[in-house]
């Protein structure tokens, strides 16, 4: 049996999974409150108890929100590290591996079907090239998928720390503002669900609507600011959203040179299927392609979003399920 993890910053997802010749088949999934925990074998112990009788584990893969270096992880957003050896030894299982959550997410990519997709831009695939994912929730992370002699290797980033870059006068606005809090602007400032509450902070001038009122905390504000937006409730409201798909669409045009991602570039994360009607509204692949002399070349690259919301879980088991 196969066991698999998605741990973020803010949920941890654990399933266990049966072995198949390419796609894993979920058996038991459960979902987590990440912070409750101190540590990652302290949610695999939940998990397991919660079962009754602890079954074999033949090979396990953790999707983990932070960057990994000799299999022990550092998550970024919680305070505790992880290691690949002590969860061999502590549940007494043969393989273990930790991934970059981005990149555990990129091995599902291959074995997803055509409903868990929605293209934003059809363009032309190209077997035989690379393929990029960029996925914003809590955070903002990047996966490359080299194409080596026909199969996708994903490789981890830590791409959603790099600097924000502002194409107009109103992103500089956008800049300026946040510069006055902080010492630099990273990408996931902007392009996440804490950057939606920044670019509405900006929008509004740092006031409030009544669309959103009282439901401006952060852990509920991304959605209610999106809903007030995709309803027409507040014109700010709408000018936010929309500043979030260009932002969005940007740097995935970004990604997607940087990896010449000619076999497709692939949009992932909680929100992006949240707020497909805006996303189909053309702002985020117009901000894609707008490259000057390489808009032509992307506008030939394929664009989806996943709509599978256990995308990063499932790539785990993917990635359990070629280690047995």
């Known amino acids: 049996m196969i066991l698999a993890g998605d741990v973020g910053g803010t949920k941890t997802l654990l399933g266990l999974y049966n072995f198949a010749p390419k796609r894993p088949v979920a058996v038991d999934v459960k979902s987590f409150t990440t912070a409750q925990f101190d540590s990652l074998p302290a949610i695999v112990s939940a998990f397991l108890k919660g079962r009754g009788s602890a079954p074999r584990i033949d090979a396990a893969c953790f999707g983990v929100a932070g960057p990994v ?43 997803l079907e055509r409903d868990e997709l929605h293209t934003l831009q059809r363009g032309q695939r190209r077997p035989g090239g690379n393929a990029a994912l960029i996925a914003s929730g809590t955070g903002l992370g990047e996966s490359v998928l ?38 630099r602007v990273d990408l996931e400032q902007v392009v996440s669900g804490p950057g939606i509450v920044a670019l509405y902070r900006f929008t509004h001038e740092a006031g409030a609507c009544s669309a959103v009122g009282a439901h401006a905390e952060l852990d509920q504000a991304p959605a209610t600011i999106s809903r007030s937006a995709m309803e027409g409730w507040c014109p700010r409201c709408v000018e936010a959203l929309e500043m979030y798909a260009a932002a969005y669409g940007a740097a995935a045009g970004n990604l997607a040179l940087r990896s010449l991602a ?8 909680g929100i992006a299927p949240k707020i497909l009607p805006v996303l189909d509204k053309g702002g985020f692949v117009a901000a894609f392609s707008d ?28 990635y359990a399920n070629e280690m047995i």
Do not use: C
């Open 291 to 318: 490259k000057g002399p390489m808009s032509a070349l992307l506008q030939s690259m394929p664009i989806q979003v996943i709509l599978n919301p256990q995308a990063a879980l499932l790539g785990a088991a993917v």
């Open 146 to 183: 080299h194409n080596i002699s026909g199969k996708f290797r994903p490789m981890a980033t830590e791409g959603g720390h790099t600097d924000f870059a502002a194409r107009n006068e109103r992103e500089i606005g956008l800049v300026q503002m946040l510069l006055r809090e902080s010492s």
């Open 262 to 269: 000619t076999a497709g570039v692939y949009i992932g994360g």
């Open 69 to 111: 270096v000799e299999q022990v992880a550092q998550l970024t957003n919680i305070p505790w590290k992880s290691s690949a050896d002590e969860l061999m030894r502590k549940f007494n299982m043969p393989r273990v591996r930790l991934l970059n959550d981005l990149e555990a997410m990129a091995h599902a990519v291959p074995v």
